[in-house]
């Protein structure tokens, strides 16, 4: 049993910290930051790979599945002690905005759209994830943003 | 009129390379154009001129018709070839052409901008006699007399925008309430996508498949149908996996529909290569036109395999101004084609657009398998165009043999920087419902588990360690929890450790 150090952040899932029953693999090809070859599988068969690193990314295909693992992010502080991540709604493609639907101090309903995306010719809608109101709004009409890219924060919710 | 002495192909990826590889197959000189982006890009790199447009969205490159034409003319073309998208379908482009003195390969302004305005293209296929699915009248934002539209249509319906394709500007709706906020959620994509903000509405087949015949016709009117393609997966009203034969036709319903896509081409005026949209609802096995796509397909490359000929070449040659030398009987499919598009996204994550840099990209082969792809390894995947990477295609003797085929293909595909839709491809080919041939468009939808993320199992638990492996001794394979039992023999990876983990 070995500790594991990295996170599958891709394919979103499981979160395993324990090695079971460590496969063995056998490397074709090393150069520094790729690694190719065939593994075992628990059933017996053998299946080829190929992993790379870059920078604080592993990925690794594998019998036509692809995975990308990463060291567990470092915990952020909040920008205001007590405020939840949830209160920010990020990006979730790369893109540019097309039309922003709300403005700071606007009440908003679960669902409501918020911000609209146009990312490879599709649009995409993000919208509000909980009834509230806007604290402020990040991007305007024209923006490019990136996965990941604050677009509007809501005050936070009152309570816990 | 004599074969063009050289083509610039007005486009981008596979389908800039793959019209690129006819045109020097048949000994024509070529020349392409490229985006900042796409400097690097295999078309660029494969025509025998390529020309900078300056730039990096679609709109100041390859939308900008007015630098193309003047490139065109610059390098002493005679033709242009539009390939799909951008400006394939845009009557202005096609007429601009024409009146510097270029052959646009493809049909005329005015069939191009009869086939692109829905309404005066459905009006076309009733004069031919051709079934179509009941609509409404156009409707743009600041009119609100939604209640009578829907009336005689009923829900669910789809709000489509009149200039649309690929699913763009097109909504389900299931409830009069919603019918509002769809109208102008759609009219404000198709405006942005199209320049057109007109949306309309049309009855909503629950079980429908998407069947579409290849046409084609030469400029004496000659015109012959290449049979069909099945193109029922759809995600977000785009096409993922394409097939002919369709397991939904019988030879009956398959002469029928022929017969109304030639009466269509017909009564569109149509010269060069086209396709016939149809819904066939599963259920009655009635068919209704849907539209008529005044290009070259994306999924033609199915229809080359069993027919063995090559699409681009006869669009080259009927704009060069040759007659079809083909007749409507020599057109016989030889067993069975499967096209399966890699698009750049997330199928675990409701098929959102992913970018990134392809640091690996090892396409496969082997018999019956075939690639159109327009990137390579290293390549940066922007948001600036399409995702779709690449086209594999799988020929086989019947439909079970492609599909296996297929399955080999895209489980022996390695690609890794960029997120693609292939574990969704394989999981969907393998499908009892796909392999029995009995889907219909909502194929993806009614099946979650084809998107499910994937549970711990064997090939995650060795991927984690394969992951780790490679962090802790950063890919030398040399240090830490390597064990080397024994050294590889001289090779080409002489001196390289066998190792074996833990």
Same mark, same amino acid.
């Given at each position: ?10 394919? %979103? ?11 063995d693999?056998?490397?074709?090809? %090393? ?26 990314? #592993? ?14 992010a ?15 709604i ?9 039309? #922003? ?10 669902g ?39 677009? #509007? #924060? ?7 | ?15 800039a390379?793959?019209?690129? &590889?006819?045109?020097q ?51 002493g073309?005679?033709?242009?070839h ?23 390969i493809?049909?005329?302004p ?16 009733i004069?031919?006699g051709v ?23 009923g ?26 906020q ?21 009855r ?16 004496s ?19 993922v996996?394409?097939?002919t ?5 019988d ?8 017969a ?8 569109a ?38 027919l ?5 070449e006869? &669009? ?66 922007t ?40 574990p ?13 041939g ?40 040399a ?21 074996t983990?833990?």
């Amino acid at each position: 049993m070995t500790t594991r150090r990295l996170l599958q952040v891709h394919p %979103p899932g499981p979160e395993i910290t324990e090695a079971s029953d460590a496969p063995d693999f056998e490397i074709a090809a %090393p150069s520094p930051g790729r690694w190719e070859g065939t593994v075992r599988l628990d059933d017996g068969r053998s299946a080829t790979f190929l992993a790379i690193r870059d920078g604080q990314q #592993v990925h690794v295909w594998i019998a036509g599945e692809t995975y990308v693992f990463a060291p567990p992010a470092p915990v952020t502080r909040s920008r205001r002690s007590g405020q939840a991540a949830s209160d920010d709604i990020v990006c979730p493609v790369p893109g540019v905005v097309i039309a #922003v639907h709300v403005a700071a101090a606007d009440v908003v309903e679960a669902g409501q759209d918020l911000v609209i995306i146009e990312s490879m010719k599709t649009e995409q809608i993000v919208k509000s994830p909980r009834d509230g109101t806007v604290e402020r709004v990040s991007v305007q009409e024209g923006d490019r943003v990136d996965r990941g890219m604050r677009l #509007v #924060v809501l005050v936070p919710e009152v309570g816990e | 009129m004599s074969m063009f002495s050289k083509v610039l192909v007005a486009n981008r990826g596979e389908i800039a390379v793959r019209v690129l &590889q006819t045109l020097q197959a048949m000994g024509i000189a070529t020349a392409a154009v490229y985006s900042d982006p796409d400097a690097n890009a295999p078309h660029a790199a494969l025509a025998d001129e390529a020309f900078a447009l300056g730039g990096s969205t679609a709109e100041e490159t390859y939308l900008d018709r007015r630098k193309i034409i003047e490139l065109a003319i610059g390098c002493g073309a005679d033709a242009v070839h539009p390939g799909y998208g951008f400006l394939a379908e845009n009557p202005a482009f096609s007429r601009e052409c024409a009146e510097a003195g270029l052959v646009f390969i493809g049909p005329s302004p005015e069939t191009i901008e009869l086939l692109g305005d829905k309404i005066r293209s459905k009006e076309a296929a009733i004069q031919a006699g051709v079934p179509v699915v009941p609509s409404s009248p156009m409707w743009q934002p600041g009119e609100s007399q939604t209640d009578d539209m829907s009336s005689e249509i009923g829900f669910p319906l789809l709000v489509k925008a009149a200039a649309g394709g690929g699913g763009r500007g097109m909504r389900i709706v299931e409830r009069a309430q919603d019918l509002e906020q769809a109208l102008e959620s759609a009219s404000r994509e198709s405006a942005s996508a199209f320049g057109d903000g007109r949306v309309f509405l049309e009855r909503y087949i629950p079980s429908a498949r998407h069947v579409e015949f290849q046409v084609l016709a030469d400029s004496s009117g000659h015109t012959l149908h290449l049979l069909e393609r099945e193109c029922s997966v759809q995600r977000r009203y785009q096409k993922v996996i394409e097939e002919t034969s369709s397991p939904a036709l019988d030879d009956d319903l398959r002469s029928r529909m022929a017969a109304s896509a030639v009466a269509m081409a017909k009564s569109a005026g149509y010269a060069n290569a086209g396709t016939v949209e149809f819904l066939v609802d599963a259920q009655t096995g009635d068919y209704y036109f849907l539209e008529m796509n005044a290009r070259i397909q994306v999924e033609h490359p199915i229809t080359e395999e069993t027919l063995r000929l090559d699409m681009v070449e006869w &669009q080259t040659r009927i704009a060069a101004g040759e007659s079809l030398t083909l007749s409507q009987e020599e057109v016989r499919a030889v067993g069975h084609a499967l096209e399966c598009r890699i698009y750049a996204e997330d199928p675990y994550g409701n098929f959102a657009p992913a970018t990134g840099r392809l640091l690996a990209w090892r396409p496969p082969s082997g018999m019956g398998i075939r690639l159109d792809s327009g990137v390579s390894e290293g390549q940066e995947i922007t948001a600036y165009y399409d995702s779709m990477l690449a086209k594999l295609v799988a020929w086989g003797p019947d439909r079970q043999a492609s599909i296996g085929r297929m399955l080999r293909a895209l489980e022996s595909f390695p690609v890794l920087g960029v997120t693609t839709n292939i574990p969704f491809l394989i999981r969907a080919l393998a499908h009892p419902s796909f392999r029995s041939g009995e889907y219909d468009t909502g194929f993806i939808a009614k099946n979650p588990e084809l998107t499910a993320a994937t549970e711990v199992g064997m090939l995650n638990n060795a991927a984690a360690e394969i992951a780790e492996g490679i962090w802790q001794t950063n890919g030398t394979a040399a240090a830490g929890r390597t064990a080397t039992s024994s050294q590889q023999p001289l090779g080409p990876w002489s001196g390289l450790p066998k190792s074996t983990f833990p």
